[in-house]
């Protein structure tokens, strides 16, 4: 049985739609112990011939067998593993590591097949004897000559022993006296081995060879001293030929852990410029990523810290909104510290009114504005007086002809209807106008409606309500309720302490009506939880609604569910939670917020949000995959970057596997390197928030990242950079291991 046989073996060039024969029905046995050469011009398929008995390329047509089997099966990782058990190559271009040493080199050889430390070291220290480097042992082999490198590549040949060494023009590139060396060296290598070199210079392998194959034009013209020629030499050792075939073990090892670990971390460091350039491109990565978590976490804590009012229309300078750190509702004391702290200008008091616009209307003129106490009302209105009666209101707007009509003074004394959020209505009479010229201020809207406290409280009850989630608890049933018109209403005519629901409820008890069972209100917020039991007083059907509710017209009140003002007072009443500050000067406002935040207060400055004006369904909505698509962009520029950077890699990778290595393990030592980097990054990357944080470098940029990012997030941080490293190390490879072994050496060299 034949170590090699090749029948009628072919294989084809594909490239730019031309095909080309590399060679074509080639019929070939070869044996355990002889010394073939193959000659023959340039472009006659040698190489092309070697490399598809080394199992660095495919074939197209024919059978090949290795040691009676069949390989037209093979996958790439067949052929990863046969070459990891049988071959070893030698090249014109050595195809070394260059960036290893020479003993490293060569252990790589050994390591591959995963043989112990101790074991390499012995070996390839005798195996460098042998080809006289012990000298080179720990120079890097960029630094020898092309002789000494040829040195190494047989060495390594050595260091695999495998059954078979293939050696493509290995004198190519050498100057005679070299030459010699090396061919010695082969023709020593032949004794137990199969050694088939390439060579268009027979010469120099003439006395040495025992077979040599001619090719011309893809195909074999002559095939000299084949087996039984060379078995009829008679001048080697007694132990050669094939004897030597069952020292080795068939199985193969693979490579260790540990190895690629060691090789993972040696190529991290052996080339410094690239690492830190693959270190720069890291960092980017890291403040990218971090760029984008943070102002996706900024959104949110943004939206989330001012409950519901997430629509800041408002973006004057010198706005600072503020809500105490406990979460409680201020007080009158709380106000007044706040009012008659240095540099504060003014504060709104209703402040979460003061974002939300307020309409009225009657049938000839409309008019809406944000809702303002009339205490924050300075000096006199331009027209009319400040109110003199409960339901007066003060109107403040551009004096420009539309927002007030041609004649505002003849608003004077109208009256208007004032709808609030949960259904309620006022009555109202303007008592005052003030005009403002039209350029006051491009921040603060343009239009106000000042208002009497208790109107301002109603309001802003309506808008707890609506905002709140309220459920009610019955019978064991919870169901969610919506307070305002064709919900929760309240009703003059319900006790307190009572609630009235629509007949529909009786069937939820088995004795068939409702009244004298308690039901649970729950109203909550972002600043409150409350509740409240009350007792059905009864169900309301179509004859009882008038007389039950003192309301005409079931039909368009249908479903709603009454209980008394003051429980519903006691649901949604909570009073402010949020106020603002205006700062006398721009200049100040850091100080201020400094203040307010020692003060006990969480603050928000408005200009700094100038485009956060979006809830977090938005930043969710948008935000988030935009944030992912950055993160993406940034990925595939950093992976190109990467593989830029890496451009010697992917010879190393090419390397390996022509040594036999998988795609697993490459991956693998791969992926230390990226991890490794990724976490030095990511040190540095720490080290410069840590000397930021203790002041050392002040960044006010940088502050954000110290307040918005919990330990949790750098950890969060810290998996999305490790999972950028795997993907990007598990992109390479797949890129490296797409083509045949040769055809990614030829795309990476
Ligand atoms: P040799 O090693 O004897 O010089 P090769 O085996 O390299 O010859 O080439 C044999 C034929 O295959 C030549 O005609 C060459 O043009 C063609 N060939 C070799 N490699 C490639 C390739 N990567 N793409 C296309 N054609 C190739
Ligand atoms: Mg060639």
């Known amino acids: ?138 120079r890097k082999v960029s630094k020898l000559s092309g002789g000494q490198k040829q040195r190494v590549a047989i060495a390594r040949a050595l260091a695999k022993d495998t059954k078979i060494l293939v050696a493509d023009e290995p004198t190519g590139n050498l100057d005679s006296a070299s030459a010699e060396g ?45 087996a039984e020629s060379s078995a009829a030499k008679s001048d080697l050792p007694a132990h050669g030929r094939r004897t030597a075939r069952s020292e080795h073990s068939s199985e193969k090892r693979s490579i260790t852990y540990g190895t690629q670990l060691k090789l993972g971390v040696r190529n991290t460091f052996n080339l410094p410029a690239k690492f830190l350039l693959l270190l720069l491109v890291f960092i980017f990565v890291v403040g990218a990523v971090s760029a984008q978590y943070v102002s996706v976490k900024k959104q949110k804590d943004t939206v989330s810290e001012e409950g519901w009012n997430n629509y800041f229309t408002n973006y004057d300078p010198k706005r600072i909104v503020v809500e105490k750190q406990d979460h409680t509702a201020f007080t009158r004391a709380d106000y007044e510290a706040l009012e008659n702290a240095p540099h504060v200008e003014k504060i709104i008091r209703e402040d979460i009114m003061y974002d939300s616009s307020v309409y009225m209307e009657n049938d000839q003129f409309s008019f809406g504005g944000f809702a303002l106490s009339i205490g924050n009302l300075e000096g006199e209105p331009d027209l009319g007086t400040l109110p003199e009666k409960e339901n007066d209101v003060v109107l403040s707007g551009y004096d420009d002809g539309w927002t007030f009509g041609e004649k505002p003074a003849d608003l004077i004394g109208k009256e208007f209807t004032v709808m609030t959020d949960d259904g309620g209505e006022y009555k109202i009479r303007v008592s005052g106008i003030v005009l403002k010229p039209e350029d006051d201020s491009m921040y603060s809207g343009n239009s106000e409606m000042y208002l009497p406290d208790s109107m301002m409280s109603d309001i802003r009850r309506g808008m707890y309500a609506s905002y709140s989630n309220t459920t009610m608890l019955i019978n064991g049933n919870e169901e969610k309720l919506y307070p305002g018109a064709g919900g929760l209403v309240t009703n003059e005519n319900v006790p307190e302490g009572y609630i009235l629901l629509p007949t529909s409820y009786d069937s939820m008890f088995k004795e068939g009506y409702a009244a004298g069972k308690e039901v649970d209100l729950r109203a909550k917020a972002l600043y409150y939880d409350e509740n409240l039991t009350l007792m059905i007083m009864g169900t309301y059907g179509e004859k009882t609604f008038e007389k039950k509710t003192g309301l005409k017209n079931l039909e368009e009140h249908d479903g709603e569910i009454y209980i008394n003002p003051v429980d519903y007072r006691r649901l949604y009443e909570k009073g402010s939670f949020q106020t603002s500050v205006f700062v006398d000067d721009t200049k100040n406002m850091e100080g201020m917020k400094d203040m307010l935040e020692r003060g006990g207060y969480h603050t928000l400055v ?43 890699r992917g010879v190393y990778f090419a390397t390996l596997r022509m040594l036999g290595m998988g795609k697993e393990p490459a991956r693998r030592i791969m992926r230390v390197e990226l991890v490794l980097v990724c976490v030095i990054a990511y040190a ?66």
């Open 1 to 138: 049985m034949s170590m090699i046989r090749l029948k009628n073996v072919s294989k084809f060039y594909y490239s730019k739609g031309i095909i080309a024969s590399g060679i074509s029905k080639v019929n070939l046995d070869l044996d355990a112990g002889e010394f073939v050469v193959i000659t023959g011009e340039s472009g006659s398929g040698k190489s092309t011939l070697l490399n598809v008995i080394s199992g660095l390329d495919t074939y197209e047509e024919g059978e090949m067998y290795i040691e009676g089997s069949e390989t037209s099966h093979y996958t790439a990782e067949d052929f990863e593993r046969y070459r990891q058990k049988y071959i070893s190559c030698i090249f014109q271009s050595f195809n070394l590591v260059s960036s290893y040493t020479v003993f490293q080199n060569v252990a790589l050889a050994m390591e591959i097949d995963g043989h112990d430390g101790h074991e390499i070291k012995q070996k390839v220290n005798e195996i460098l004897n042998k080809v006289g480097l012990s000298a080179y042992k720990n």
């Open 684 to 749: 540095l990357f720490g080290v410069f928030i840590y000397l930021n944080y203790r002041g050392l470098i002040f960044n006010d940029k940088l502050m954000d990242y110290i307040t918005y990012l919990t330990v949790r997030d750098y950890a969060v941080l810290a998996v999305i950079l490790l999972v950028m490293a795997v993907l990007i190390s598990g992109r390479f490879m797949r890129s490296i291991f797409r083509n045949s072994a040769m055809g990614s050496y030829r795309e990476e060299a």
């Open 182 to 226: 090396i061919v010695e060296l082969l023709t020593e290598i032949a004794s137990d081995k199969l050694v088939v070199v390439v060579t268009h210079n027979y010469d120099q392998f003439k006395d040495h060879a025992t077979r040599v194959i001619k090719m011309h034009d893809g195909k074999i013209v002559e095939d000299t001293g084949a």
């Open 606 to 648: 408005l200009k700094d949000h100038i485009f956060n004006f979006m809830n977090s369904d938005i930043v969710s909505v948008i935000q988030l995959p935009l944030a992912v698509i950055v993160c993406l962009a940034v990925f595939f520029v950093a992976y190109f970057v990467v593989r830029l950077i890496l451009k010697s």
